[in-house]
């Protein structure tokens, strides 16, 4: 069974300003992680994914995240908020093999403020 | 190319109506899931389809809940009949069979059961 915790439901940065956002997963075969970003009345839209090679991954609107094996860990950052940046954020997980479907964390909704 | 469609965004109804969300997965895509997404629960995996046949529907709550997938372009989610907890909103999503495993949303049906 594979499954993904997010630390902290809400996290507030000042515009500018470094983003966090905190992902461990738990799968006992290796292990394809995502972030989608989901804005309000909107579905959920992909911000990046790894899958093997390079543990860091660049994704669209300057996030990027990296797979550390060894604390089981796929933290989100952005270097420099923007107010553009405020939705709320889901990491999930899947595998090569077996089960299909994504399973995804309880979500983190960011704030930037001004 | 045209994304995941759902239909209806939008659907209030009464405690014991029937009530029926309709998903069109982008062309080619053999993979199709139903989630569903709850302040209280987050994002939930219902059932998922590969080339229209169920694989898992182990996350259907209950008999009030069925899914078909008639043919390749056309899914439906089926609530009957309908109770208050079940308002929610429902997502579409699809993927390719093969690669990582990226999941495109639809928008979602947004549903109210009075």
């Known amino acids: 069974a594979q499954s993904v915790t997010q630390l902290g439901s809400h996290v507030s940065v000042s515009e500018g300003a470094l983003v966090l956002l905190r992902c461990n997963y738990s799968?006992?075969?290796?292990?394809?992680l995502f972030w989608y970003v989901q804005y309000p009345n909107q579905g959920l839209q992909l911000l990046l994914k790894?899958?093997?090679?390079?543990?860091l991954v660049k994704g669209i609107n300057g996030f990027e995240a990296e797979f550390k094996k060894s604390e089981t860990s796929f933290h989100l950052t952005k270097p420099s908020a923007h107010m553009s940046d405020a939705a709320e954020y889901f990491c999930?997980?899947?595998?090569?093999?077996?089960?299909?479907?994504?399973?995804f964390g309880s979500g983190t909704r960011l704030q930037v403020q001004p | 190319d045209a994304g995941v469609i759902q239909s209806p965004r939008h659907e209030v109804t009464e405690m014991g109506q029937e009530v029926t969300l309709r998903c069109k997965p982008i062309s080619g895509h053999d993979y199709l899931f139903w989630y569903r997404q709850t302040m209280m629960r987050g994002l939930e995996l219902l059932i998922y389809?590969?080339?229209?046949?169920?694989?898992?529907d182990s996350g259907m709550p209950e008999d009030r809940f069925s899914a078909k997938m008639p043919n390749a372009s056309f899914s439906t989610l089926k609530i009957q009949p309908s109770e208050p907890r079940d308002s929610a909103v429902y997502f579409c999503?699809?993927?390719?069979?093969?690669?990582?495993?990226?999941?495109?949303f639809g928008e979602g049906s947004r549903l109210t059961v009075l």
């Open positions: 790894y899958t093997t090679g390079a543990t």
């Open positions: 799968s006992s075969v290796p292990p394809y």
């Open positions: 389809f590969n080339n229209n046949v169920p694989i898992d």
């Open positions: 999503a699809s993927r390719e069979t093969s690669g990582p495993g990226e999941l495109f």
């Open positions: 999930a997980v899947t595998a090569y093999t077996g089960r299909r479907a994504l399973t």
